[in-house]
C-alpha cells in the first residue's frame, strides 16, 4: 500500500490541510485560530518517526474509527510534545467548546458528569443552563413513580 493510502498519512495530510487552507472544513478551529503544524511535521516521514508507534499501538486497540490525532493544549500547536492519540469519546471531551463544572475538587464536563453520577445528560446540561450550582445539579435525583 502506498504511504499515501495508510491511515497514519491520511491523519497527517488531515492535520496540514486544517492548519494550511483557512478555507477548508474545520479551518475556524485551526488555521482561522493560528494553531499551526510545527516545521518538523512537515515531513511525513518525521511524523512517522514521532508518533508512528503510539499511532500502530493505539491503533491496533482501537481501531481505525476511534484513533484520533489530539492536541493535549487545544491552544497549542502541532507539536510531539503537545499531541497523542485519543479515541473518540477522548477527543470529544477535549473539545474546546465543552463547558466545565467543578465539584469536590473534581473539573468534568456534562457528559462526563453524567457518567459519572447516573444522571441523564440532558437533564444536567438543562440544569447548568438554567443557572444551578453544580452542587445542586449533581445532587438533586429525579424520583419517578
Keep these: ?3 499515501n493510502e495508510t491511515p497514519l498519512h491520511r ?3 488531515a492535520m496540514i490541510e486544517r492548519c494550511k487552507y483557512v478555507d477548508n472544513y ?3 478551529n485551526h488555521a482561522g485560530r493560528g494553531i499551526k503544524v510545527c516545521r518538523r511535521w512537515c515531513s511525513f516521514d518525521n511524523f512517522v518517526a514521532d508518533m508512528g508507534r ?3 499501538r493505539h491503533f491496533s486497540i482501537h481501531g481505525s474509527r476511534n484513533t484520533l490525532l489530539d492536541r493535549r493544549n487545544n491552544n497549542g500547536h502541532y ?3 503537545n499531541c497523542h492519540w485519543v479515541t473518540s469519546k477522548q477527543n ?3 473539545a474546546r467548546d465543552n463547558r466545565r463544572f467543578s465539584f469536590n475538587r473534581r473539573t468534568l464536563n456534562i457528559r462526563q458528569w453524567s457518567e459519572r453520577t447516573g444522571l441523564n445528560y440532558e437533564t444536567l446540561r ?3 443552563n438554567k443557572g444551578w450550582p453544580a452542587k445542586r445539579a449533581l445532587a ?3 424520583r419517578t413513580h
Design 1 to 3: 500500500m502506498p504511504k
Design 11 to 13: 491523519r497527517w495530510r
Design 26 to 28: 474545520g479551518c475556524r
Design 54 to 56: 503510539s499511532f500502530r
Design 79 to 81: 507539536t510531539k510534545g
Design 92 to 94: 470529544r471531551n477535549n
Design 126 to 128: 438543562s440544569r447548568f
Design 140 to 142: 438533586v435525583v429525579i
